[in-house]
T-cell receptor, first 110, second 115 residues
């Protein structure tokens, strides 16, 4: 099946720093999504991307749908302590099957 | 409660026992999904349902059974639990119209331990 490679696996950053993480796929996706998961809770959608090349922002978060349709990145600017959590990318093809990356665990030091 | 709920939140069972995890959503979403989350694997799809009485296998469906007699409920049953099914299980739902407002919404999860 389609595999999503998400990197980095974990990040330890200082409050105020910018963060960048990305996801690559072995095949094409129609939709890219970025979720955040807080401890003990389900993932919450941050950004959804539907078009190759699309760049979308949600507050301090910016995500892009790669032009090849095989990758996506998420940037977080000026990180704050509540950004701590696990960030997942997810891709969906023309069906309903959504594949998730293994996650990037973000730690923000005050 | 509005939204998507799962029960129980925590469950400990023994190998060979049957376990049913419940999922309920109040949005009348057409699609419902079951995922399992394991370290290093992200979330993997077990089963999904496009509507009542319509279900399809996902990536890791072996050992699981689902049913969807009502739109709002999507129970997941482990017919004979195994240790490898120890995991955190998430239910999700979404409307059939595709847009950023209609992507999958996840429940809080059920942590299942099989001894």
């Amino acid at each position: 099946g389609q595999q999503l490679n998400q990197s980095p696996q974990s990040m330890f950053i200082q409050e105020g720093e910018d963060v960048s993480m990305n996801c690559t796929s072995s095949s094409i996706f129609n939709t890219w999504l970025w979720y955040k998961q807080d401890p003990g809770e389900g993932p919450v959608l941050l950004i959804a991307l539907y078009k190759a090349g699309e760049l979308t922002s949600n507050g301090r978060l910016t995500a892009q749908f790669g032009i090849t349709r095989k990758d996506s990145f998420l940037n977080i600017s000026a990180s704050i302590p509540s950004d701590v959590g696990i960030y997942f990318c997810a891709g969906r093809d023309w069906g309903n099957d959504m594949r998730f990356g293994a996650g990037t665990r973000l730690t923000v030091k005050p | 409660d509005a939204g998507i709920t799962q029960s129980p939140r925590y469950k400990i069972t023994e190998t060979g026992r049957q376990v049913t995890l419940m999922c309920h959503q109040t949005w009348s979403h057409s699609y419902m999904f079951w995922y399992r989350q394991d370290l290093g694997h992200g979330l993997r799809l077990i089963y999904y349902s496009a509507a009542a009485d319509i279900t399809d296998k996902g990536e890791v469906s072996d050992g699981y059974v689902v049913s969807r007699s009502k739109t709002e409920n999507f129970p997941l049953t482990l017919e004979s639990a195994t240790r490898s099914q120890t995991s955190v299980y998430f239910c999700a739902s979404r409307d059939k119209r595709e847009s950023s407002y209609n992507e999958q919404f996840f429940g809080p999860g059920t942590r299942l331990t099989v001894l």
